[in-house]
T-cell receptor, first 112, second 118 residues
Framework: SQKIEQNSEALNIQEGKTATLTCNYTNYSPAYLQWYRQDPGRGPVFLLL?????KEKRKERLKVTFDTTLKQSLFHITASQPADSATYLC???????????FGKGTKLSVIP | GAVVSQHPSWVICKSGTSVKIECRSLDFQATTMFWYRQFPKQSLMLMATSNEGSKATYEQGVEKDKFLINHASLTLSTLTVTSAHPEDSSFYIC??????????????FGPGTRLTVT
């Protein structure tokens, strides 16, 4: 089965620093990798999507990369703020499929 | 962006009763919706795919007779937990995909429904 692994359960960083979260996948490359933010007691909110043939995608302070050799996606938040504190979920989809397979998430805490 | 709503946001029910959860796409049509369940400190687990006008597709291990799904219109899917038991207590979340120009895209999630079965 296709798996998504987010090995860090939690990450604490100082305000203003860049947070880097890691997502690894097994077996064949997904068509898409997506990143979501989830706050406690709320549904996930879409942040970024990157396609298999894309190396990097940016949106404001967010950047995501996709390395098919390493089977890995990195999610960066630059100039982090306490308001960025949340759980960040990585998810994969295959070609022609809408179904998402989620990782367990990484809980980010940005310390003032 | 697209908005998905859920109702109720939380519900407490007695063991043996049934509970219905509604999921609506407010500003777009969704022929497909997804239902997830999330236990504390766990990730989202897909339960079933809801298809407008046809039967839902359930993931392995999910009892279709216990979790009834009805997708009667392009903007509404419902999940009914029948004969609920305490182990059904969880956070239930629905989502609908939003298609980009390539025909694939992100999903928009509802705010979730916290079900507690006593």
């Amino acid at each position: 089965s296709q798996k998504i692994e987010q090995n860090s359960e939690a990450l604490n960083i100082q305000e203003g620093k860049t947070a880097t979260l890691t997502c690894n996948y097994t077996n064949y490359s997904p068509a898409y990798l997506q990143w979501y933010r989830q706050d406690p007691g709320r549904g996930p909110v879409f942040l970024l999507l990157i396609r298999e043939n894309e190396k990097e995608k940016r949106k404001e302070r967010l950047k995501v990369t996709f390395d098919t050799t390493l089977k890995q996606s990195l999610f960066h938040i630059t100039a982090s703020q306490p308001a960025d504190s949340a759980t960040y979920l990585c998810a994969r989809t295959g070609a022609g499929s809408y179904q998402l397979t989620f990782g367990k998430g990484t809980k980010l805490s940005v310390i003032p | 962006g697209a908005v998905v709503s859920q109702h109720p946001s939380w519900v407490i029910c007695k063991s043996g009763t049934s509970v219905k959860i509604e999921c609506r796409s407010l500003d777009f049509q969704a022929t497909t919706m997804f239902w997830y369940r999330q236990f504390p400190k766990q990730s989202l687990m897909l339960m079933a795919t809801s298809n407008e006008g046809s039967k839902a597709t359930y993931e392995q291990g999910v009892e279709k007779d216990k979790f009834l799904i009805n997708h009667a219109s392009l903007t509404l899917s419902t999940l009914t937990v029948t004969s609920a038991h305490p182990e059904d207590s969880s956070f239930y979340i629905c989502s609908a995909p939003w298609y980009d120009e390539a025909g694939q895209g992100e999903q928009y999630f509802g705010p979730g429904t916290r079900l507690t079965v006593t």
